[in-house]
């Protein structure tokens, strides 16, 4: 079955710095990933893709994920962060491009 | 891409009432999809919306607690039935374009709570 583990609940930087997000997958076949961003009382937008074209994906805002099937892993990264990053970042594999499967967030807090 | 709304943007209900929330697509849309979050929680797939047939549920969601309609390929309503304060929740409403590999547009979000 697909699925994605979101290794950390929370991470805190400091704005112009580095973001990393980490998220792995399980997939038996090759997947379709997403990052997804939730503002405060905002509802979901799409931040990039992944479907097995080029494995560095390169989204809206400056972000980036690449794709590493040894690792199985679908890292989200931005070079510098920004005070309105800060948000919900939920990582998400498709089921046979039907349903999408969430993992359980990672809250980016930007500190000033 | 798609644009998604959503009616109403936030309710408080009574116990033991129900309440039908409407999800409108600007296009016309192969799947259209119904989630919930729990408070402070991930996203739960509560059903697919079939046009034209019954919804295909997952499990731990049943049509008597949540039916879904979907007249035609741009609207589709959820119903939240004898509601209980452990049905409070944000319940968002989504679309999956024609040959998208998958990704999903959502809507901004019904955010209900039941006294």
């Known amino acids: 079955a697909q699925s994605v583990t979101q290794l950390d609940s929370h991470v805190s930087v400091s704005e112009g710095t580095p973001v990393l997000l980490r998220c792995n997958y399980s997939s038996s076949y090759s997947p379709s990933l997403f990052w997804y961003v939730q503002h405060p009382n905002k509802g979901l937008q799409l931040l990039l893709k992944y479907t097995s074209a080029a494995t560095l994906v390169k989204g809206i805002n400056g972000f980036e994920a690449e794709f590493k099937k040894s690792e199985t892993s679908f890292h989200l990264t931005k070079p510098s962060a920004h005070m309105s990053d800060a948000a919900e970042y939920f990582c998400v594999v498709s089921v046979g491009f039907q349903k999408l499967v969430f993992g359980t967030g990672t809250r980016l807090l930007v500190s000033p | 891409s798609a644009v998604i709304s959503q009616k109403p943007s936030r309710d408080i209900c009574q116990r033991g009432t129900s309440l039908t929330i409407q999800c409108q697509v600007d296009s016309q849309v192969t799947m259209m999809f119904w989630y919930r979050q729990q408070p402070g929680q991930s996203l739960t797939l509560i059903a697919t919306a079939n046009q034209g047939s019954e919804a295909t549920y997952e499990s731990g969601f049943v049509i008597d607690k949540f039916p879904i309609s979907r007249p035609n390929l741009t609207f589709s309503t959820l119903t939240v039935s004898n509601m209980s304060p452990e049905d409070s929740s944000i319940y968002l409403c989504?679309?999956?374009?024609?040959?998208?590999?998958?990704?999903?547009?959502f809507g901004p979000g019904t955010r209900l709570t039941v006294t």
């Open positions: 989504s679309a999956r374009l024609a040959g998208d590999r998958g990704e999903q547009y």
